[in-house]
């Protein structure tokens, strides 16, 4: 397949604090292992991917949804012979950087900073959390991750104009990322899709027939499985169809970045680096399949009146908790104080936030926001 661009782990640019190597873990594996072990991860469980967990035990969380990307991207590597180990450890990673309440928690946090004529990314949040945040090591700062996992982070989902972002300049902003990070989006996009059409029809937000009038490709896979388990319950046949879908769209990605790369003529990673587009992409009917369940998504879960009135009680949690810690600093925990000495306050108190879980700005909400309320 294109084990001619997968990426070598002996040509790693290396960690930015010189290790010794392990003697039975590459770069990659050590990477993985190092993201596995940190708080940002574990914090991921009680973080909200689309339904909050009061609404289901069942829901995805940010944690489980990042088990099923990298179950993914770990699938796609193999059958094309990329760098498995590279694969895993970006998909790991790639969420790292998410707020407390999902997409709806980032933009209110960007919202807040571009008040100080700043801005939030959670990739580049989650960047700081692997260079800085994470104190788990004697030797260095951060996690000390190997440079295309660093990269990978950044780039596995958008381009960052280096005019814009002259502090990324290290990460060759003008060359795109290697193969295997380029996979990522679009193994998140496969997650998040199936992932958020279970839960929304579990959650009574969808039903299966709706869904078939909206996918024509899923009411074909709905049919064959009536076919396939006549005495099957209709909870099941949906499930037995989403599986099947699921496996359309990962072979999709598949075919898609195979014909991509045969017809790019890339000979090396090195190459993959210096093309015009990326070349992880959907075949065409993927592709549609694709668009088609995130418009579906988009119209009926995302904007459903069900979750906006949620969303609209944690949004201003978040914005109110961003405003309390800015005009009483003192509030913040001692190791963030220290930092406002040397770093601009909006920056610090939107670090604080980014990395709490859910129930833990509730609970500070509660703590500071509402009692103050009580006592005025």
Same mark, same amino acid.
């Given at each position: 397949?294109?084990?001619?661009?997968? #990426?070598?782990?002996?040509?790693?640019?290396?960690?930015?604090?010189?290790?010794?190597?392990?003697?039975?873990?590459?770069?990659?594996?050590?990477?993985?292992?190092?993201?596995?072990?940190?708080?940002?991860?574990?914090?991921?469980?009680?973080?909200?991917?689309?339904?909050?967990?009061?609404?289901?035990?069942?829901?995805? *969380?940010?944690?489980?949804?990042?088990?099923?990307?990298?179950?993914?991207?770990?699938?796609?590597?193999?059958?094309?012979?990329? *760098?498995?180990?590279?694969?895993?450890?970006?998909?790991?990673?790639?969420?790292?950087?998410?707020?407390?309440?999902?997409?709806?928690?980032?933009?209110?946090?960007?919202?807040?900073?571009?008040?100080?004529?700043?801005?939030?990314?959670?990739?580049?949040?989650?960047?700081?959390?692997?260079?800085? #945040?994470?104190?788990?090591?004697?030797?260095?700062?951060?996690? *000390?991750?190997?440079?295309?996992?660093?990269?990978?982070?950044?780039?596995?989902?958008?381009?960052?104009?280096?005019?814009? #972002?002259?502090?990324?300049?290290?990460?060759?902003?003008?060359?795109?990322?290697?193969?295997?990070?380029?996979?990522?989006?679009?193994?998140?996009?496969?997650?998040?899709?199936?992932?958020?059409?279970?839960?929304?029809?579990?959650?009574?937000?969808?039903?299966?027939?709706?869904?078939?009038?909206?996918?024509?490709? #899923?009411?074909?896979?709905?049919?064959?499985?009536?076919?396939?388990?006549?005495?099957?319950?209709?909870?099941?046949?949906?499930?037995?169809?989403?599986?099947?879908?699921?496996?359309?769209?990962?072979?999709?990605?598949?075919?898609?970045?195979?014909?991509?790369?045969?017809?790019?003529?890339?000979? *090396?990673?090195?190459?993959?680096?210096?093309?015009?587009?990326?070349?992880?992409?959907?075949?065409?009917?993927?592709?549609?399949?694709?668009?088609?369940?995130?418009?579906?998504?988009?119209?009926?879960?995302?904007?459903?009146?069900?979750?906006?009135?949620?969303?609209?009680?944690?949004?201003?949690?978040?914005?109110?908790?961003?405003?309390?810690?800015?005009?009483?600093?003192?509030?913040?925990?001692?190791?963030?104080?220290?930092?406002?000495?040397?770093?601009?306050?909006?920056?610090?108190?939107?670090?604080?936030?980014?990395?709490?879980?859910?129930?833990?700005?509730?609970?500070?909400?509660?703590?500071?926001?509402?009692?103050?309320?009580?006592?005025?």
């Amino acid at each position: 397949m294109l084990a001619h661009l997968s #990426f070598p782990v002996a040509q790693s640019r290396g960690r930015r604090y010189r290790e010794k190597p392990h003697s039975y873990r590459n770069a990659y594996q050590r990477d993985r292992d190092r993201i596995i072990h940190s708080r940002a991860f574990r914090r991921l469980e009680h973080k909200t991917q689309v339904f909050t967990s009061p609404d289901s035990d069942h829901s995805r *969380n940010r944690l489980t949804h990042t088990i099923e990307v990298s179950q993914i991207a770990r699938t796609v590597a193999l059958v094309l012979d990329l *760098n498995e180990d590279l694969v895993e450890a970006l998909a790991l990673c790639h969420d790292l950087g998410h707020p407390p309440f999902g997409h709806a928690g980032e933009r209110v946090l960007d919202r807040e900073m571009r008040r100080y004529g700043d801005g939030f990314d959670h990739n580049l949040h989650a960047l700081r959390i692997v260079e800085g #945040f994470e104190q788990r090591y004697a030797a260095f700062p951060g996690l *000390n991750l190997s440079f295309e996992v660093r990269e990978g982070i950044i780039k596995h989902s958008r381009d960052y104009d280096s005019m814009q #972002f002259p502090e990324l300049n290290e990460y060759m902003l003008d060359q795109l990322p290697t193969l295997e990070a380029q996979l990522i989006d679009l193994a998140d996009e496969i997650a998040y899709n199936i992932a958020d059409l279970d839960d929304a029809v579990d959650a009574e937000l969808l039903d299966p027939l709706s869904v078939c009038r909206e996918v024509p490709l #899923f009411e074909r896979c709905m049919k064959e499985t009536r076919v396939r388990h006549p005495s099957a319950s209709d909870n099941l046949r949906f499930h037995e169809a989403l599986r099947a879908l699921l496996d359309i769209l990962v072979s999709g990605l598949i075919c898609g970045t195979h014909q991509a790369a045969e017809k790019s003529g890339a000979s *090396n990673p090195n190459d993959v680096r210096q093309l015009e587009k990326r070349l992880a992409c959907f075949d065409e009917q993927s592709a549609t399949v694709s668009h088609q369940l995130k418009v579906l998504l988009t119209r009926e879960v995302y904007h459903s009146s069900k979750l906006e009135a949620a969303r609209a009680k944690t949004d201003r949690q978040v914005a109110e908790l961003f405003q309390w810690f800015m005009s009483q600093p003192d509030l913040l925990p001692d190791l963030y104080q220290e930092r406002t000495t040397g770093e601009l306050s909006h920056r610090v108190v939107c670090d604080y936030i980014a990395g709490m879980t859910d129930k833990f700005l509730l609970a500070k909400h509660s703590g500071i926001i509402e009692t103050s309320y009580e006592g005025d």
